[in-house]
């Protein structure tokens, strides 16, 4: 289905009419934010919405947030906040490792990371593994807000699991600078990829002054899932350090990642270059402050650790 006006009975009778419904004559996208919570979002059109292999891939016109990335009835990104979390998983570690060469990604469909990240001229590979080509492909014809229309020869698209592409690299000439994590939140095929082992993976194909990220979930509604990250991490890197944001579409609002490092601990504030970066949220403020962490997220994690 592509470029279609809503039509009620076709939604009445498709397989996502239990999250997509009328109301007064009116489209709604409705999202499950917890058991007790659900989020409505006004919808102008669907403008895509297939089953790939894996998931149900659907990019919807809404009213606030434009056009909106939504798998399995859960937002993934939108036109106009995806760009806080693609900057924030991106830019933090990019301006930790000094000069970092080979670059890895894991997930990431929407190409927003990788979009990020090509903007750094010292890097001279960019390898981006994703399970679903579909979403890939979807993203670059219809979400460009968030895509960019990617197209950059150091970008090399691996469609397999993220999972069996880490554990088979075994020669240190393939090992990477810095790896992000930018992973679906841990339900059904993504739980693996906040497990101790893979974290292991990770570490073993990092060089020896390597860094890693991963999204690691709401520190609100979801803060165990932050808190385990940050243990695993803790377990094996000598620095870990969780940061926030605050993505409006996102659960809660606030959102949390965890940044992993060999060797580097601190931002470059300074050497950050706003103008050739052409970000809109990070800055060289939010590069220095970004690790400040509030006070109920902080409290919580020492206890834990």
Avoid at 9 to 29: A, G, H, P, R, T
Avoid at 182 to 203: N, Q, T
Wanted: aromatic share 12%; proline share 5%.
């Amino acid at each position: 289905m592509r470029n279609k006006q809503i039509n009620s009975e076709e939604v009445e009778m498709s397989n996502y009419s239990d999250y997509l419904k009328q109301i007064d004559n009116e489209f709604w996208l409705i999202e499950g934010e917890t058991t007790n919570l659900d989020i409505f979002y006004k919808i102008k059109e669907i403008i895509f919405s297939e089953q790939s292999q894996y998931q149900h891939i659907m990019i919807l016109d809404s009213y606030d947030f434009g056009r909106m990335l939504v798998l399995d009835r859960a937002i993934q990104t939108t036109a106009r906040d995806g760009f806080i979390y693609n900057e924030m998983i991106s830019h933090i570690p990019m301006n930790i490792h000094p000069t970092p060469k080979r670059v890895l990604i894991i997930g990431g469909g929407d190409c927003g990371t990788a979009r990020e990240v090509a903007k750094y001229s010292h890097v001279e590979q960019i390898d981006m593994v994703e399970i679903d080509g579909m979403v890939v492909k979807v993203c670059l014809e219809h979400l460009s807000e968030v895509s960019g229309n990617l197209s950059d020869p150091r970008v090399n698209f691996i469609f397999q699991d993220g999972i069996k592409f880490v554990e088979n690299i075994t020669n240190p000439k393939d090992f990477y600078d810095v790896i992000i994590v930018d992973s679906s939140d841990p339900v059904g095929p993504a739980v693996p990829l906040f497990g101790l082992d893979f974290y292991k993976s990770l570490y073993n194909i990092l060089k020896n002054d390597g860094l890693m990220v991963c999204q690691s979930d709401s520190p609100i509604f979801h803060f165990e899932t932050m808190k385990q990250t940050y243990k695993r991490l803790c377990s094996l890197f000598p620095i870990t350090r969780p940061y926030t944001t605050v993505v409006p579409t996102y659960p809660g609002g606030m959102w949390s990642f965890t940044l992993a490092s060999k060797k580097y601990r601190d931002t470059n504030p300074s050497q950050f270059d706003k103008e050739n970066k052409n970000t809109k949220y990070v800055n060289s403020e939010i590069l220095k402050q970004c690790f400040s962490l509030p006070e109920f997220v902080r409290s919580r994690l020492m206890d834990s650790n």
